[in-house]
């Protein structure tokens, strides 16, 4: 069933539902956080310093990069389909 697709497409490192940390990008208005998302918008955590201990939620919607109010990180929501 749908369990045994997704633990094949894991095995083959993919990652259909995004479980994985997110690869980083530059974070900037050329190069945001690229965040999958099966819907039109997304809650997403920001922690803005790496040795930080605190997450800076927003929302982020679909269209144009957004940025986090905290740090000014960008990020821009990409459709993802699960798989059937």
Not at 39 to 49: A, F, N, P
Not at 64 to 78: D, T, V
């Amino acid at each position: 069933g749908l369990e045994r697709k997704v633990l094949e497409a894991m095995n083959k490192g993919l990652d259909p539902y995004s479980m994985f940390r997110p690869k980083r990008y530059a974070g900037t208005k050329e190069e945001p956080n690229l965040v999958p998302s099966i819907t039109t918008k997304r809650i997403v955590g920001c922690v803005c310093e790496e040795d930080n201990s605190c997450v800076i939620w927003f929302w982020l919607h679909q269209g144009e990069a957004q940025r986090c109010p905290s740090c000014g990180a960008y990020y821009k929501l990409i459709p993802h389909e699960l798989p059937h």
